[in-house]
Structures are given as C-alpha cells and as structure tokens.
C-alpha cells in the first residue's frame, strides 16, 4: 500500500503561547521581560506579573509579543475605566493608576536624561548633586482632552460606518461613542454626531470628524472627499445650531470653510489665542495653563529681556512673555501660523511681540531678526526636537534657556548640545499633558555658566526609546 506524505496540522494555538516574568518597564509603558538575556517588549504588563505571552515579532536583539493572560498580577494593576481600553489604540496605562504613571514617567525622563545627555550632564551635576527634577505638573485625568479627531470608514460587508478610533497596532477602527478622558461637553455629542452622520445618503465620502473646545464653544470640522448634496448641508447646519457648534466643513486637504458659529479662541493664558480646528494647540487646557506659568517663570522675566521663542506657533508662550519681557520675536516654520500669531497679537493690544516665518533646520543666523542678541530663550520643538537651531543658542546670546520637550530622547539629545556649550541643568520636570498614555512632556531650564566645551564624542550617539 503506497503511504503518502501528509503535512502536519498547526500546533493548537496554546503551544506557541509562553509564560514570561515582567521585570521593568520601558519608556513607552510597555512590560520587558528577558529570555536568554534577549528583551521581549509586551504591551499591557506591568513589573513583576507573570504573564502568558505570544510572540508576534522576532528580531535579531529583541522580540515583541502580545499578552494572552495575566497569570499572577502587579499589586499595581488596577482595573481600566474605559470599555474599550483593550481594543482602542488611544490610551495604553489605564491598567495603572495615575499615580503610579506619574512616577513612572518622572523616573523615565529622569534615566533618558541621565544616560543620553551623556559626560557633559553628568559634569554639570558636579556643580549641583543630582538631577533636578521639579514637582510634575498636574491636573486632572479624566475629560481633559479639548480635541479629538473620529476616524470614519464605510464598511461593505456591514453596509455600516465605522465611527471611533484606531485600534491598538491597527488600522482597523474600534467604535467608540464614548470616551472617558474627551472633554465632556464633546464626550457627549459623539453618539449624535455618529447617528447624525449615519443619516447622511453618501457615507464613503466621508473622511474624519474633528471635535474641539476652546473653554467656550465646541467645534466640529467634518472632512468629506465629494460633494455634499443640498439636504445634507442642511442636516448639518441644523445640527450645528441645534447643539450651539461651529460647523466647518473641509472638501479638500487643508481647505477649511466655516459654515455657522463663532470663531474659536482660546484664554487659559490670559491672552486670546484664536486658532482654526486644524492649528495646533496643547489638548489639555488646565496643563497648558500651568505649563506657560511655569516657563515664563523658570526664565525669570523681566523688563529689560530680549525674548527668542522658537517653534512659536501661535503664539500660546510668546504673549505671556511679552507681559514681562522688553522684547519677544517668534519664529515658527508655517506661514499660516505665524500670520495667525500677528493677527493674534493684534486682537491682544500687544504691540512688543513680532512674528516670522523661518526654517529652524537652516543656518539662520544671518536673518534680520537673528542679527539682535536675545539673552533668554524659549523652546518648544515637534517630536523630532531642535537639532538645527540648537548647536546656535549661545551665538544668539542667550543666557537662559527654557526647553519644553514631547519627547525625552531628542530633548536629552539636544540638552547634550546645549550643555557643550557652555550651559547647565537648573531644573527639569515632567508635565501630564496626556494622562493613561506613555507621551511623556517635559521641561528643562538651561543657565549660561561656562565656556563652550569640545565634543568629545567619536561616533553620533544614537536615540532610542
């Protein structure tokens, strides 16, 4: 009788399932366990847990792996308050209390610092002991965002819009029609915005919804790739006006109309800031707040300082400054933004504040308004940091910087610059600017004391979270 060959059947899921101890966090939140001293990173873990875990990367000097079961828990691990917690690519710590996040994020910024800004910080700390870190700012960690953009997608097989977030590692969207750390007054508003828009007759035309409240009135910007018809502008209008909204509509990329309402315009700086739903804003209102009071006070204002705030935006530290200072210019990298900045300054009588356009990653020392010293100086960099403007800060003469960071590697990185240049560490600290998720924000204020150091470094040190 002939035998035939037969494959084997895949082993039962279970076999490829493995169980792990947690021994440490890394800076994103997510668990590391080690297997032959290789770390293998999973989400949703906490330190001493021993977990059951399947691998779903393999890499030659780590491994990433996803939690099937919590085997033995954290004494640390506490029930996540939102019900789509597991699925919703949105917050990650809620399986944390607040504040143990706190302390683990301070702890974060302080050993990024400690081991990235290299020999230059640990000379520094000679002069003062140790790291300096301030008391975090704080505020609360539930409906604290005043912005939030909904994913929408049209699904064939359901015949049905999707209308939430993106779920964890996925472009896949999880439905959400409530979300415990949205604003409230917005937090409301998505299950008739989602029943508003599942009315509408072309559904796959529609992109994203943005919601926002500036402490007064709500917003809601709905992107849409075709036409609307003449009902469905209606349907919107009254939508807006029956719930007090500003409409805007946007037909094409970055084309914004305002169809109803009042302007938006932010005051939890003390100046009105007037900002369209697609500028950038800080989404936490009460941290922003604290965040500005503690910078204009870390660098000591007074009337006789010139100001540099560089990546100004509109102008959401630049006015604050100018209260205190002689002199404050921003330079922000969009046209849009800083013509909106000078429009904003106008709106606040302020009239020692001016704005301008500029490439931060170019040579810019040459410019017009790089050709006046500013001894202090303000910083408040996207993700990728300063790394252009930065080797430049003591030419400028500045003897105080303030640098406000969304991402440690790239502030310690570029504190390495600043502290071979002649600048020490005065202070740093952490802000919660986005509870129940690993961003961590933080600030560090820089003193001018001594004479530019040589790089001694042989090879570009690398940054990695």
């Not at 506490?78 to 917690?85: L, R």
């Not at 989602?194 to 994203?208: F, N, S, V, Y």
């Not at 020692?352 to 500013?374: C, M």
Request: glycine fraction near 6%; aromatic fraction near 6%; hydrophobic fraction near 40%.
């Amino acid at each position: 009788m002939a035998n035939f060959y037969q494959t084997k059947k895949p082993q039962a899921s279970r076999a490829q399932h493995q169980l792990v101890t947690i021994e440490r966090l890394d800076h994103q939140g997510a668990g590391i366990a080690y297997q032959n001293k290789k770390p293998i990173f999973v989400e949703g873990t906490l330190p001493s847990e021993r977990v059951l875990v399947q691998m779903v990367e393999e890499k030659s000097k780590f491994s990433k792996a996803k939690l099937i079961k919590v085997e033995q828990a954290s004494t640390q691990r506490i029930d996540a308050f939102c019900p789509h917690y597991q699925e919703c690519g949105g917050c990650n710590l809620q399986h944390l209390s607040h504040d143990d996040q706190i302390a683990h994020k301070a702890q974060s910024l302080t050993q990024l610092m400690t081991k990235f800004a290299g020999k230059a910080l640990k000379n520094s700390m000679e002069n003062q002991g140790e790291l300096p870190l301030a008391a975090p700012i704080i505020a609360n960690d539930t409906g604290y965002r005043r912005r939030a953009r909904i994913s929408l997608m049209f699904d064939i097989k359901t015949q049905s819009l999707q209308f939430g977030f993106r779920q964890k590692s996925s472009k896949n969207i999880v439905n959400v029609t409530d979300c415990p750390v949205l604003e409230p007054q917005l937090n409301a508003l998505l299950p008739s915005i989602k029943a508003l828009l599942d009315t509408l007759e072309q559904p796959r035309k529609l992109g994203h919804v943005e919601v926002v409240f500036d402490g007064t009135n709500k917003a809601m910007l709905l992107r849409h790739t075709a036409a609307l018809t003449a009902q469905e502008h209606q349907s919107l209008v009254d939508f807006a006006k029956h719930n007090a909204l500003t409409l805007y509509l946007s037909p094409n990329q970055g084309e914004l109309d305002c169809v109803v309402g009042e302007a938006l315009v932010c005051q939890e700086t003390g100046s009105k800031i007037a900002f369209l739903p697609n500028d950038f804003i800080q989404v936490n209102q009460n941290v922003n707040q604290a965040m500005v009071e503690q910078a204009v006070d870390w660098l000591g204002l007074t009337s006789q300082d010139r100001v540099l705030d560089l990546f100004s935006g509109l102008g959401n530290f630049s006015f604050s400054m100018a209260k205190q200072a002689e002199h404050v210019v921003g330079i922000e990298g969009v046209e849009a933004m800083v013509q909106r900045a000078t429009e904003n300054a106008k709106l606040n009588n302020i009239e020692n504040v001016e704005f301008y356009q500029a490439d931060l990653e170019q040579d810019l020392l040459q410019a017009p308004w790089a050709k006046k010293q500013f001894n202090k100086v303000l910083l408040d960099p996207a993700r990728a940091g300063a790394s252009g403007i930065i080797e430049r800060i003591a030419s400028l003469g500045a003897q105080a910087v303030v640098y406000v960071s969304c991402n440690p590697a790239t502030l310690a990185r570029d504190s390495q610059n600043l502290l071979n240049q002649g600048y020490e560490l005065h202070k740093l600290g952490m802000l919660d600017m986005f509870p129940h998720t690993s961003h961590l924000e933080s600030m560090a204020l820089f003193i001018k004391t001594g004479k530019v150091k040589k790089n001694t470094t042989k090879k570009p040190v690398k940054f990695k979270l």
